[in-house]
């Protein structure tokens, strides 16, 4: 296992940064109209970055922006002056663990600033808090999460952690508990990790000047159903999580007043009378809360959904296909009129246009090369 030290980190991030500073300064300047685009790799490389054109919807490939290995997830800091994060692979002191990084964001390079080890092994996703001072990690195979505070896009020491012991009937998949998704809620006020392998959304009261998390509750989900990412809706009272392990979502309330989850409905991403594997994966809504997508994998579609503003009950649109294997992470471009798809087993990121009137989706895209896509951001 890659031994994952601040001095190898700072190292060799550096270099990095240097091969690819020195690799654009051969190149004509990036046009305007042009976006940068990070892509969190699974592979040797860390972190990709791309050039990307709304006006085609053509994302051109621009090397590696910054070599950490087996990074799962990547987040702007709210200005995008700071990029953090999450990498699977390290040890410490010869123990395997996990990793958080960040990075100062200058003219479309990363330049490293500091790295800490989590709180267990496989640290899978993690998210800042509403006032960008706080970070939270998730560990897969630890089954932990920690928060740390944050100063000028440094990353300090651990300030909590908590290690998870609860597990479901799925023995493939459930053996122990899998923290694998943070969330903040939209007013700051209370934390959330989803536990795949104990059903179970754990919730906790946010401090965001000292960055403890206290618990608050949690939520139960069906067992064996695997609730694997939240998110919030705009209306303030709705939000989804996914559950990866039955093809699920449970749309829920959320309580304002103390964070409380409660179901409100679910719904079924498999079509009728399909058998095999199935692994629901990740949500993306649009801005202005109409429409809600969800990506699922082995079989392989993201499926659409009209959402009630007031409510946020879902109407289905329809399926459509995800452009590879294994879906890790989707997103909709600042224009909203393409979506993002970064197909993990397919080392491809397929673009898709959108009707942003009716939400639907391209049934054909096109396809751009990428070592073991895990997230994208713009």
């Not at 690819?20 to 699974?42: D, M, W």
């Not at 899998?178 to 906790?204: E, K, P, Q, T, W």
């Not at 919030?232 to 959320?254: G, I, R």
Request: net charge neutral; aromatic share 8%.
């Amino acid at each position: 296992m890659t031994k994952l030290t601040r001095r190898n980190f700072l190292l060799t991030t550096s270099a990095a940064t240097l091969a690819t500073a020195a690799a654009s300064a051969l190149t004509k300047p990036i046009p305007s109209r042009r976006q940068r685009v990070f892509v969190a790799s699974g592979s040797k490389d860390g972190i990709l970055a791309y050039n990307w054109e709304p006006a085609t919807g053509d994302l051109a490939p621009d090397g590696v922006a910054a070599q950490i290995p087996s990074v799962s997830w990547i987040t702007y800091s709210s200005a995008h002056e700071y990029l953090f994060a999450a990498a699977e692979a390290g040890s410490d002191n010869g123990k395997p663990t996990g990793a958080v990084a960040s990075f100062r964001v200058l003219k479309g390079e990363l330049q490293p600033l500091s790295m800490q080890n989590s709180a267990g092994s496989g640290t899978c996703h993690l998210a800042l808090d509403h006032t960008g001072r706080v970070l939270i990690s998730a560990d897969y195979t630890g089954g932990s999460a920690a928060s740390f505070l944050l100063s000028g896009g440094k990353i300090g020491p651990i300030v909590w952690s908590e290690h998870y012991t609860a597990h479901g009937p799925n023995t493939d998949r459930q053996e122990k508990a899998h923290a694998h998704f943070a969330c903040v809620s939209l007013d700051n006020r209370f934390a959330y990790i989803n536990d795949l392998g104990g059903d179970c959304i754990h919730i906790y009261s946010l401090n965001a000047t000292t960055g403890v998390l206290t618990p608050a509750g949690s939520y139960q989900a069906r067992p064996g159903a695997g609730p694997r990412t939240l998110h919030f809706h705009s209306n303030f009272h709705t939000a989804y999580s996914v559950n990866e392990l039955d093809s699920t979502v449970d749309v829920l309330k959320w309580n304002r007043a103390d964070g409380s989850l409660t179901l409100s409905s679910r719904i079924e991403l498999l079509p009728e009378g399909y058998q095999g594997p199935t692994r629901a994966c990740d949500t993306v809504m649009t801005r202005n809360g109409r429409f809600v997508y969800f990506a699922n994998r082995d079989n392989n579609f993201l499926m659409a959904f009209h959402a009630n503003p007031t409510t946020g009950q879902l109407t289905p649109i329809g399926r459509t296909p995800c452009g590879g294997k294994t879906p890790r992470n989707f997103v909709l471009d600042p224009t909203e009129n393409w979506m993002l798809v970064a197909n993990q087993d397919s080392n491809l990121i397929s673009v898709f246009r959108r009707n942003p009137m009716t939400g639907e989706l391209a049934t054909e895209g096109k396809s751009f090369p990428a070592a073991t896509p895990m997230r994208i951001v713009f």
